[in-house]
């Protein structure tokens, strides 16, 4: 599986982005993906995931980012997202997708990083 994510940039406080991470190599049915982030001398943490099966859309968040951040998939063009409003200054670092397996424990793969600046 390689993932691609994009769609980062420079907003202002209070704005919004979307970001994409489009997927290939092979289908997803039977994967779990999600955003994670990683702050300039933080580690990397968890934002949100999804259950890529079109039956079962279950989804979980951090919840610093609950009410303001929704991930969403469109299973026909292989491409999840992370619509991003009401960004905050704190909301700056480099987001990463990543996918696993449902019976895995860990991520296996991983999107090479996009870039938030949120200004104040």
């Known amino acids: 599986v390689q993932l691609q994510a994009s769609g980062g940039g420079s907003v202002q406080a209070g704005g919004s982005l979307r970001l994409s991470c489009a997927a290939s190599?092979?289908?997803?049915?039977?994967?779990?993906i999600g955003w994670f982030r990683q702050a300039p001398g933080k580690e990397r943490v968890f934002i949100a995931n999804?259950?890529?099966?079109?039956?079962?859309?279950?989804?979980n968040y951090a919840d610093f980012v609950k009410g303001r951040f929704t991930i969403s998939r469109d299973n026909a063009k292989n491409t999840m997202y992370l619509q991003m409003n009401s960004l905050k200054p704190e909301d700056t670092a480099v987001y990463y997708c990543?996918?696993?397996?449902?019976?895995?424990?860990?991520?296996?793969?991983w999107g090479q990083g996009t870039q938030v600046t949120v200004s104040s």
């Open positions: 999804i259950n890529w099966s079109v039956g079962d859309g279950s989804s």
């Open positions: 190599g092979r289908t997803l049915s039977g994967y779990r």
């Open positions: 990543a996918a696993k397996t449902l019976s895995s424990a860990s991520y296996t793969y």
